[in-house]
């Protein structure tokens, strides 16, 4: 599903998987404590990508990020990838696989243009995850657990972006941020590279360049 030089073929993917329909996130459109989502049609979003990148990142496009794709899933009767054999033990996913009507796993693909990004979050059912590049390079900011009780609001809320320092310092909403004493770790994932995500470590992630990914949620 990529080329030689690293960027993503739209056409095979266009051919192979322009009927699937995928959930797509409008990195600049809240929703809550989340962005904006809606379901999209493969063939659409390349040729939404493909429009965006000619445009030279366009401030006047929506940035949207093609996300939690059910690809493997939804397409048993193609190879998509091998987990490694250091994720190999994974009762979420066999659990899924043996419960045929359930209709769900944890296992996806994401892809989009330079600039999208994923709010901080943990991973669901206090799971732990791993997440490979294929194409592209992604920044992560890591929080170990209880760290992110300084990120909540005086309502219990986490903060939606973590850059926002300005909302941050506001004392009253977040009577509980130090930043002297909040510890974060920083990793930028190159092309080709997995990021290990230990169960109830929050996070934020940003795609300094167009990315290709696939990302298992286990337990």
């Known amino acids: 599903m990529w080329q ?29 404590n989340s962005q904006l989502k809606d379901d999209m049609a493969l063939a659409d979003y390349v040729d939404y ?13 929506p940035l949207l990020y093609l996300k939690d794709w059910h690809c493997v ?9 091998n987990v490694p ?14 419960q045929e009507e359930l209709n769900d796993d944890y296992m996806f693909i994401y892809m989009g243009p330079k600039g999208t990004w994923t709010p901080f979050h943990a991973d669901v059912f206090s799971s732990y995850s791993w997440s490979a590049n294929i194409v592209g390079k992604k920044r992560w900011l890591l929080f170990a657990p209880g760290d992110e009780e ?3 609001d005086k309502h ?5 972006d973590i850059t926002t320092s300005n909302e941050l310092l506001n004392q009253t909403m977040y009577p509980n941020y130090d930043e002297d004493r909040l510890k ?6 190159q092309p080709g ?11 934020q992630v940003w795609n300094l360049v167009l990315i290709f990914s696939t990302v298992s949620t286990r337990l």
């Open 4 to 32: 030689a030089d690293n960027a993503p073929n739209f056409e095979y993917i266009k051919r192979v998987f322009g009927s699937c329909i995928a959930p797509v996130a409008d990195c600049t459109a809240k929703y809550y």
């Open 49 to 61: 990508w493909i429009t965006y990148r000619d445009l030279s990142d366009p401030k006047n496009m």
């Open 73 to 81: 899933k939804n397409n048993p009767h193609i190879p998509i990838y």
């Open 85 to 98: 054999q250091y994720f190999a033990s994974d009762w979420l996913n066999e659990y899924y696989t043996e």
């Open 150 to 152: 300084s990120l909540r």
């Open 156 to 160: 219990g809320k986490l903060i939606y």
């Open 184 to 189: 974060r770790y920083e990793i930028i994932q």
């Open 193 to 203: 590279e997995i990021v290990f995500i230990p169960s109830g470590w929050h996070h």
